[in-house]
């Protein structure tokens, strides 16, 4: 099970995975509202984009980290590609799709997923290199 865990999050698989996330959650967000299913859950969409950007944030940390990319400010970079990400794909619903709108408490919820991506990975990350 350990060396299945360690072959999951090798470079490459982890790669293809961020890139497959990424792919996946744009083409969702760029759906005609009306093919979203409605959530009953009070600020339901809010909490979907916190999920969404803390695992996009958190997959991406951790390609960089295992990459040996970015390394004097990998946090600083992702989190603000993560972020710059976010403010497009609002702006592409704004402009480009009727059934959609941009919607800054989107944006506000996007950066409390990316905040919690970064300090899960801090912990995440200390704990790994206490370990190794």
């Given at each position: 099970?350990?060396?299945l865990i360690?072959k999951l999050l090798?470079?490459?698989p982890?790669f ?10 744009t083409v969702l967000?760029?759906?005609p509202?009306k093919d979203i299913p ?6 339901g969409d809010k909490?979907?984009?916190?999920f969404v950007?803390?695992i996009?944030?958190?997959?991406w ?8 990319w ?6 600083f970079?992702v ?7 976010g403010?497009?794909?609002?702006a592409?619903q704004?402009r ?7 919607d ?7 950066i409390v997923?990316?905040l919690?991506a970064?300090l899960l ?8 290199s206490?370990?190794t």
């Amino acid at each position: 099970m350990i060396k299945l865990i360690k072959k999951l999050l090798g470079p490459r698989p982890l790669f293809y995975s961020g890139l497959l996330y990424t792919l996946a959650i744009t083409v969702l967000f760029l759906l005609p509202a009306k093919d979203i299913p409605g959530v009953a859950i009070r600020f339901g969409d809010k909490w979907a984009h916190i999920f969404v950007f803390l695992i996009l944030t958190l997959i991406w940390l951790l390609i960089t980290l295992v990459k040996n990319w970015l390394t004097k400010y990998r946090v600083f970079w992702v989190s603000f590609l993560a972020l710059l990400y976010g403010i497009i794909i609002e702006a592409l619903q704004e402009r480009f799709f009727e059934t959609r709108s941009a919607d800054i408490w989107d944006v506000v919820a996007d950066i409390v997923g990316i905040l919690l991506a970064v300090l899960l990975f801090l912990i995440m990350k200390k704990r790994i290199s206490l370990k190794t």
